[in-house]
């Protein structure tokens, strides 16, 4: 749509402009495939309902079930720990070279074999599915959806490769030294290169040849609820190297192993699982997927084609939601908010709107400010007239309409993010805010009075009446405004760009669509009802 289009699809919704119907506006800014919600609103939940009838069912086999397995998880975790120390004996916890040798041969069998008998001791019914790739066919193996702590039953049918874990794990007593006899590759929460020293462990590990033991990876990073595949990270598809898929399916009635960030806790899902007569668990081996010249440069584009195959497979959707999310929705609970209101696809939106976690986050404390007293946690056109301060106009619902993408009548946190960056940011320019300042400032004494910024924004909000003093009184420090404290408002709440450059589009269209002779010239125009120059009054908006 052209700029004049644009502000006349404004301008039909302001009293008295007696053009088109409102009702049959197009809207402003055309909306992008990109950027419409994901498929599954929110995989971090997990909510398992049980009847009646099954709770007593599970009181009674617990009676029997848990003590018994409890005692045998205890045993075989006793057991395996000599087998473990004599595998790591004399090694340092960071490994410079692969464990070979006597020890290997004689501790690596028994250890898969307690693996084996721990998790049948838990009542996992396990079946394989496919071919499991040698080191040297595919030195990593990326394992998904990734959704409880029960998942690492696949590096043991996997038979034991390295997996990558926290420095921190490996210091507990009993599992620490189980760690360690997989050979892991650490990750140190203190070492600020440590994300660089785990990429280059890693490549040195896939490219050495078989030398090394298998690397297995959880490229998601985060547990689910296996409703979707969510971002792979690209630490294991770096190396350039092929990796062998490895889906996970636990086709049970009632699921009593997810553990995601709301739902049961640990022991609770312990106590559930260890009550059930058995639980079943389907791991099949993918075939190995070669990436191509392009994607061994682009290991995101790898890790995508690996993660649409995967999702493909087990029938469900992807999203771009990552870890990053969960750390919004923790602190959207923090705020009083629904927990959910804080999932935003983080990878997709500060990929594409170019915004950091700290500018997302900030974006939160703003949205929960404004949303806090509605019911939901979502904004209504109600609590939008109230935190701008202005009344609810035609401008103001075509503002409103803009960040409520789905056309629901409430905007939710991203869509609010969204808004801020696509719609309001860009046209926050400094060109626009001096324009802005110029059209306010009707005397040009380098000043804004409080009626003049009455006259201005009656006129571009179409309410004759309006009472602006609650607002003036927010951006002056005394009788009038500066050009500094306009500057600062209006970079601090660019929700008011698009009033500002709606109006100020409106004019434009209005000058030059006047007879040539009839057109004021632009040293005339300057400070009334248009900018400078016609390239000054373009806004800098992007279509999203």
């Known amino acids: 749509m052209s700029r004049c289009g644009e502000a006349a699809a404004v301008a039909a ?89 006597w020890r290997r041969k004689m501790a690596q069998p028994a250890l898969k074999f307690l693996g084996h008998v721990l998790f049948f001791s838990m009542g996992f019914v396990v079946s394989v599915k496919g071919k499991i790739a040698s080191p040297v066919e595919a030195p990593i193996f990326v394992v998904a959806p990734h959704s409880t702590f029960f998942d690492g039953i696949a590096c043991v049918v996997a038979g034991l490769p390295s997996m990558v874990s926290r420095n921190e794990n490996v210091q507990v007593p009993l599992i620490g030294r189980l760690l360690r006899a997989v050979q892991p590759v650490l990750v140190s929460r203190v070492d600020p290169d440590s994300r660089k020293n785990t990429i280059n462990e890693i490549i040195r590990r896939a490219t050495s040849g078989g030398e090394w033991p298998q690397i297995l990876v959880f490229p998601e990073g985060t547990c689910t609820n296996r409703s979707c595949l969510i971002t792979f990270k690209p630490g294991a598809f770096i190396p350039g190297v092929p990796v062998q898929p490895v889906l996970l399916r636990y086709p049970n009635k009632l699921d009593t192993v997810t553990w995601t960030w709301q739902g049961y806790t640990f022991i609770q899902l312990c106590i559930l699982t260890w009550c059930q007569p058995f639980t079943k668990v389907e791991v099949e081996f993918m075939p190995v997927q070669v990436p191509s010249d392009e994607e061994k440069s682009d290991p995101v584009l790898f890790a995508g084609r690996v993660r649409n195959l995967m999702a493909e497979a ?219 120059n016609r390239d000054e009054s373009t806004s800098d908006k992007k279509d999203d």
């Open 314 to 532: 087990l029938g469900i959707p992807v999203t771009d939601h990552t870890y990053e999310d969960c750390r919004l929705m923790i602190s959207a609970g923090q705020l009083t908010l629904p927990m959910e209101a804080g999932l935003v696809e983080f990878t997709k939106i500060s990929r594409k709107l170019k915004l950091d976690w700290d500018g997302i986050r900030k974006h939160l404390d703003e949205y929960a400010a404004i949303a806090s007293s509605s019911k939901g946690g979502r904004i209504g056109i109600e609590e939008f007239a109230e935190y701008l301060k202005l009344p609810v106009s035609d401008v103001l619902r075509q503002l409103f309409a803009l960040f409520d993408r789905n056309h629901d009548g409430s905007i939710d946190f991203r869509e609010y993010v969204i808004g801020l960056a696509v719609l309001c940011n860009p046209a926050n320019t400094e060109d626009i805010i001096q324009v802005a300042f110029k059209l306010f400032d009707v005397d040009e004494d380098g000043y804004i009075s409080e009626q003049e910024f009455s006259t201005i924004l009656q006129a571009a909000l179409g309410v004759p009446d309006l009472d602006v003093s609650g607002l003036f009184k927010e951006i002056a420090h005394g009788d009038s405004v500066s050009f500094e404290e306009f500057r600062s408002f209006a970079l601090k709440h660019p929700e008011y760009a698009k009033i500002f450059t709606t109006y100020l589009d409106l004019q434009t269209c209005y000058v030059f669509s006047l007879p040539e002779k009839s057109q004021p010239s632009p040293s005339s125009a300057s400070n009334k009802v248009s900018p400078e």
């Open 13 to 101: 919704t302001v009293p008295g402009a007696d053009v088109g119907n409102a009702g049959l506006r197009p809207p402003m800014v055309p909306r992008q495939a990109s950027f419409f919600p994901p498929p599954v609103r929110n995989p971090f939940v997990q909510q398992t309902r049980m009847g009646a009838a099954k709770r007593v069912q599970m009181f009674f086999l617990g009676i029997i079930l848990l003590p018994v397995r409890a005692i045998l998880v205890v045993v075989t975790l006793l057991l395996s720990w000599p087998f473990a120390a004599i595998l790591t004996a004399c090694c340092p916890e960071r490994l410079t070279h692969p464990i070979t040798g």
